[in-house]
């Protein structure tokens, strides 16, 4: 069982930046990879950006050039850098991890919340 603690999370108006934080806990196997999911209200949880041992970082194209996400894979950890959020950034973001062998792990989400 991986546990992951999320922090970071607000209320931010248009073209201002944030930074999500997460942390997993000790995990006996591999993580092989963390991330960021979101959901907005009435949607569907969408991948905003995932960091892949050994393979390219992935982003949503509505984040490319305004996100960077950040993995300490000897930590266990990773950030989010949000910068020139807008109002349909506006959700609960969800810290993503998974193990080498496919078990995923989701942290409890964290509200982010863009004003125009």
């Known amino acids: 069982q991986v546990q992951l603690v999320e922090s970071g999370g607000g209320l931010v108006q248009a073209g201002e930046s944030l930074r999500l934080s997460c942390a997993a806990s000790r995990s006996t196997f591999s993580i092989n990879a963390m991330g960021w999911y979101r959901q907005a209200p009435g949607k569907q949880r969408e991948l905003v950006a995932v960091?892949?041992?050994?393979?390219?970082?992935n982003y949503a194209d509505s984040v490319k050039g305004r996100f960077t996400i950040f993995r300490d894979s000897a930590k266990n950890t990773v950030s989010l850098q949000m910068n020139s959020l807008k109002p349909e950034d506006t959700g609960v973001y969800y810290c993503y991890a998974r193990l080498l062998f496919g078990i995923e792990f989701w942290g409890q989400g964290t509200q982010v919340t863009v004003s125009s």
């Open positions: 960091d892949t041992s050994g393979a390219s970082t």
